[in-house]
T-cell receptor, first 112, second 114 residues
Framework: AQSVTQPDIHITVSEGASLELRCNYS??????LFWYVQSPGQGLQLLLK??????LVQGIKGFEAEFKRSQSSFNLRKPSVHWSDAAEYFC??????????FGSGTRLLVRP | NAGVTQTPKFQVLKTGQSMTLQCAQD?????MYWYRQDPGMGLRLIYY???????DKGEVPNGYNVSRLNKREFSLRLESAAPSQTSVYFC?????????????FGPGTRLTVL
């Protein structure tokens, strides 16, 4: 079965520091990849998505992600974290029948 | 434009009780989905509806039923609630059931089964 792995359950960074959240996915011929953010008590909001073309994808709120086929990875990055970025982040992939498969999430804590 | 709305926001049930979670979207989307979110497990698909009049099982359908009432509304029913169904439930919708389409999520229903 196809899967998405987010190896970090929690990450803590200082405000203003850079951020990288890791995501690895199981093999898929044409991966459709997504990053969602969930603020406490809220639903999920799409940050960015990749389905073809440029492997560096820009999203909302200053986030970007890089698709690396050779590493089966789609890591999320932000050059300077703000306190409002504290949330849970989910990587997701469409499977062969176009259903979303989610990773288990990474909770981001931001130190003032 | 409210997007995806869900009712209720919170619910407490006793084991064996039944209830229906309601979901509606005003984006004229064809596809709708029900997920449950449990700590450390991300979101898992319960049922989905690719278009009005069709429904299909997802990863964890046992104990649930769904109804696609019309294009706007997709309800999730628990016939006999069990403590294992304590979870946060999210409804989502998308324009087409395809690769690059984005799913839009509702705010969730937090359900506790005692």
């Amino acid at each position: 079965a196809q899967s998405v792995t987010q190896p970090d359950i929690h990450i803590t960074v200082s405000e203003g520091a850079s951020l990288e959240l890791r995501c690895n996915y199981s093999y898929g011929a044409t991966p459709y990849l997504f990053w969602y953010v969930q603020s406490p008590g809220q639903g999920l909001q799409l940050l960015l998505k990749y389905f073809s073309g440029d492997t560096l994808v820009q999203g909302i709120k200053g986030f970007e992600a890089e698709f690396k086929r050779s590493q089966s990875s789609f890591n999320l990055r932000k050059p300077s974290v703000h306190w409002s970025d504290a949330a849970e982040y989910f990587c997701a992939k469409k499977d062969s029948s176009y259903k979303l498969i989610f990773g288990s999430g990474t909770r981001l804590l931001v130190r003032p | 434009n409210a997007g995806v709305t869900q009712t209720p926001k919170f619910q407490v049930l006793k084991t064996g009780q039944s209830m229906t979670l309601q979901c509606a979207q005003d984006m004229n989307h064809n596809s709708m989905y029900w997920y449950r979110q449990d700590p450390g497990m991300g979101l898992r698909l319960i049922y989905y509806s690719a278009s009005e009049g069709t429904t299909d099982k997802g990863e964890v359908p046992n104990g649930y039923n769904v109804s696609r009432l019309n294009k706007r509304e997709f309800s999730l029913r628990l016939e006999s609630a069990a403590p294992s169904q304590t979870s946060v439930y999210f409804c989502a919708s998308s324009e087409v059931r395809g690769g690059a389409d984005e799913q839009f999520f509702g705010p969730g229903t937090r359900l506790t089964v005692l």
